[in-house]
């Protein structure tokens, strides 16, 4: 069992920078996937970022790509968003999800954070 938190939400300007973090739980931290998925008003929820347990691998979507960076440090049971280069299209609440698996073609997601609240203004 891995339960996630996040931390380091906030308002940012246009162009501007913020850090999220999210300290996890549990003793599987290491050996899970974990991820970041923003979710806008009354759009779906989608991943931004994904890292391997090891942090070897990582995935980035196509919005953020060259802008935010996902890392984690096991040994602190923490994984983080840098997002730099801020865009009022990232305005979102901002979950961490832990122990992603891909199964019939699709990732599924562990469990869930209660989300972190990142607003960009211009």
């Known amino acids: 069992h891995v339960q996630p938190v996040e931390s380091g939400g906030g308002v940012a300007q246009v162009g501007g920078s913020l850090r999220l973090s999210c300290a996890a739980s549990?003793?599987?931290?290491?050996?899970?996937?974990m991820g970041w998925f923003p979710q806008a008003p009354g759009k779906e929820r989608e991943c931004v970022a994904r890292i391997s347990w090891s942090g070897g691998s990582t995935y980035y979507a196509d919005s953020v790509k060259g802008r935010f960076t996902i890392s984690r440090d096991n040994a602190k049971n923490t994984v983080y968003l840098q997002m730099n280069s801020l865009k009022p299209e990232d305005t979102a609440v901002y979950y961490c999800?832990?122990?992603?698996?891909?199964?019939?073609?699709?990732?599924?997601?562990?469990?869930w954070g209660q989300g972190t609240q990142v607003t960009v203004s211009s």
């Open positions: 999800a832990a122990d992603l698996t891909y199964r019939f073609y699709q990732w599924r997601v562990g469990y």
């Open positions: 549990g003793r599987t931290f290491s050996s899970v996937t």
